[in-house]
C-alpha cells in the first residue's frame, strides 16, 4: 500500500516486468497465529508466548505484519511489554491490550490517507460508514455522486491496492447488479470511521439505511440487522427497534435464542429512551414476552433473568388490563416454577391463572394449567391425583379459534407423554405404552422443542421403569437428535441423568459419574431444581 500511495520507483517496476512477462507475483497469505507466536518467541526471547496473546495479536491485525511489527513497537513504547534483566514480560493481562489503533498504527494510514485526493478520501470515509464491505450503491447514496464515478474511483483505487479490494457482484432483490468492495483490513475502517464527525455519521447512516432498504423492497430479513445498525445510527429509533425485532425473528428461525436475546434487549434499551406512554408499555410487553421465550431456551427456564423479564411482563399486562397477556405470562411464570420445583408458588399461580382463561374463553390455556399442576402432582409423589389432571388434559376440546391454540396443542401431547409415566407409576404398563406411541406420533404435527423435550423425557422415565435399556436409549438418542439443532438447552440435564443411568448399568461406573455430575452442575447453574 505505502509503495502505491507514493508511487515509489518499486511500482511502476512490478506493473513493466509484469507487462514483459519477465516477472510473476506471489500474493502472501495474512500471517496465522502460529507465525505470530513465532515472531513474537523470536523478538522476545520466550520459550512460548504468554497464554492468549498471538491469538489476540493475530486477530487485532488480521495477519498484516507491518501492522504487528508496530503494534508491537507500540507496546513496547508504552511499557506495556517490558524487559528487566533481560527477560521480557507483559506489565498487564493480554486482553488489556485491545484497545484503540496505537497512534503508530494511526499515524501510518494517515500518512497514506494524506497521499491521496481529497475526493478518494471522502469516498473512503463514506465507505466506512457501511461497514468492511460495501455495495458502490450504498456508497453512492452517501456521497452523493453518480454509480458509475465511484465504480470508477473504487476499481482504479482497488486496481493500485489502496486501502480497498474488489468482491463478488451482488445483485438486489430489486434487480440492481452492485459491484462491491471491501476494505484490506478492519483498521482502515475503523480508522477512517473514526474521522467522521458524529453530525456527518449521522447523516450517512440514514441515507445509507433507507438506500439498502429501498433496494431490498420486501425482502428485507437478510438485510435487517444491518438496517437496524444503520437507523440506530442515524437517529431514527423507530425503524431501528423495528428492524432489531425482524433480526431477532430471524435468528429465532435458525433457533440461535443468544442472538434473537441480544436484539431483542438492545430493541429494548432504544425504547427505554421514549417518552412513556401506552403505546410504549404495548410495544415492551411485545418485546420481552418475546424475549421471554429466548431466555429460556437459551439459559433455562430457571434462569433468573428469564424471571425477572416474566415479573416485568406482568406488571405491563396488568397496568394495560390485558388479560389474554396476564394469562400467557401467569402460564410461562408457572412453569418456571415448577422448573424451580416451586409447587407451593406454582398452585397459586394457577389459581390465578384459570379464572383468567374462563374470562377469555381459553380451554386451551385451561389445558396448560392443568398439565402443569399434573406434572407437579407427579414429581410430589400424587400420582392417583395426576392420573386424573392427565386424564382432563387428554379430554380437552380446543377451538381452533383459541388464541392459544398452539399451547393447547403441545399440552395434549404431553398429556399423553408424560401421562405415561404416571400410567406406569400405577401399573398400567400395557396402557402407558399406547399413551407413550400416541405422543411421538402427535410430534410429527406439532413440532416443538419444549413439547419433543417432554415425551422423550417421559419415555426414557417409562423405559427405566419397566427396566427395558433400549427403549432408554432410543429415547435418549432420539432427544439429544432433536435438541442439537434447535439450541434448546433446559432438558439437558435429564438427558445427561438418562445416558448417566444408562452407563451405571453397563457397568461403565467413571463415565456414569462424570456425566451425572455434569448434569448436577447444570441443573445449579440454570436453576432448574426438579431435575
Not at 137 to 162: I, K, S
Not at 331 to 345: G, K, M, N, P, V
Not at 372 to 392: I, K, M, P, T, Y
Request: net charge negative; proline share 4%; hydrophobic share 40%.
Amino acid at each position: 500500500v505505502d509503495a502505491a500511495v507514493r508511487e515509489h520507483p518499486i511500482a511502476p517496476l512490478r506493473r513493466a516486468l509484469q507487462q514483459r512477462r519477465a516477472a510473476s507475483e506471489l500474493s502472501l497469505d495474512p500471517l496465522p497465529e502460529t507465525a505470530v507466536g513465532s515472531y513474537l518467541c523470536e523478538r522476545f526471547g520466550w520459550q512460548e508466548a504468554p497464554a492468549g496473546l498471538a491469538c489476540l495479536i493475530a486477530d487485532q491485525v488480521e495477519g498484516n505484519p507491518l501492522f504487528m511489527v508496530t503494534l508491537m513497537d507500540y507496546l513496547v513504547s508504552k511499557q506495556l511489554l517490558s524487559c528487566s534483566e533481560g527477560a521480557w514480560s507483559l506489565a498487564v493481562p493480554p486482553e488489556s491490550l485491545v484497545a484503540a489503533a496505537p497512534e503508530s498504527l494511526r499515524d501510518i494510514i494517515e500518512d497514506q490517507l494524506g497521499m491521496l485526493s481529497a475526493r478518494e478520501r471522502k469516498v473512503l470515509e463514506v465507505a466506512s460508514a457501511i461497514g468492511v464491505s460495501f455495495a458502490v450503491q450504498a456508497l453512492a447514496a452517501g456521497v452523493e455522486a453518480d454509480v458509475e464515478v465511484l465504480e470508477e474511483t473504487c476499481g482504479e483505487l482497488a486496481h493500485r491496492r489502496l486501502f480497498i479490494e474488489e468482491r463478488e457482484l451482488e445483485r438486489w432483490p430489486d434487480g440492481t447488479v452492485c459491484r462491491r468492495f471491501g476494505f484490506q483490513h478492519s483498521a482502515f475502517q475503523r480508522l477512517l470511521y473514526a474521522r467522521l464527525s458524529p453530525s456527518r455519521r449521522q447523516r450517512l447512516h440514514l441515507r445509507i439505511g433507507e438506500r439498502i432498504e429501498a433496494g431490498h423492497g420486501e425482502d428485507l430479513d437478510a438485510q435487517s440487522a444491518t438496517l437496524a445498525i444503520h437507523f440506530e445510527q442515524g437517529g431514527d429509533r423507530p425503524r431501528a427497534m423495528g428492524y432489531l425485532a425482524r433480526a431477532a425473528s430471524v435468528s429465532q428461525q435458525r433457533f440461535a435464542h443468544r442472538e434473537a436475546a441480544g436484539y431483542l434487549r438492545r430493541a429494548l434499551e432504544l425504547l427505554e429512551q421514549t417518552p412513556e406512554s401506552d403505546a410504549c408499555s404495548e410495544q415492551e410487553l411485545e418485546l420481552r414476552l418475546r424475549l421471554g421465550r429466548d431466555l429460556s431456551f437459551a439459559a433455562g427456564f430457571g434462569a433468573e433473568d428469564a424471571r425477572e423479564n416474566l415479573g416485568r411482563c406482568l406488571e405491563l399486562s396488568r397496568r394495560l388490563g390485558d388479560e389474554r397477556s396476564e394469562g400467557l405470562v401467569l402460564d410461562r411464570i408457572a412453569r418456571q416454577q415448577l422448573f424451580r420445583s416451586e409447587y407451593a408458588s406454582l398452585r397459586g399461580t394457577l389459581e390465578q391463572l384459570l379464572p383468567i382463561a374462563r374470562q377469555v374463553e381459553s380451554a386451551a390455556l385451561a389445558a396448560d394449567a392443568s398439565l402443569l399442576a399434573a406434572h407437579a402432582d407427579v414429581l410430589c409423589g400424587e400420582f392417583e391425583r395426576a392420573d386424573r389432571g392427565f386424564a382432563q388434559v387428554r379430554s380437552a376440546e380446543i377451538d381452533p379459534s383459541d388464541a392459544f391454540d398452539q399451547i393447547g396443542h403441545y399440552s395434549m401431547i404431553l398429556g399423553f407423554g408424560l401421562g405415561a409415566w404416571c400410567t406406569a407409576q400405577r401399573g398400567r404398563a400395557e396402557e402407558a405404552w399406547c399413551q407413550s406411541d400416541a405422543a411421538c406420533s402427535a410430534l410429527a404435527v406439532h413440532h416443538e422443542p419444549m413439547t419433543i423435550a417432554g415425551v422423550y423425557l417421559g419415555r426414557a422415565e417409562l423405559g427405566r421403569l419397566v427396566g427395558k435399556l433400549d427403549l432408554v436409549r432410543e429415547a435418549s438418542e432420539a432427544l439429544r437428535s432433536e435438541l442439537e439443532p434447535s439450541g434448546t438447552h433446559f432438558p439437558l440435564p435429564s438427558l445427561y441423568a438418562m445416558e448417566g443411568w444408562l452407563l451405571l448399568e453397563s457397568g461403565e461406573v467413571a463415565d456414569a459419574i462424570s456425566l451425572l455430575g455434569e448434569s448436577l452442575e447444570r441443573v445449579r447453574r440454570e436453576g432448574g431444581t426438579f431435575w
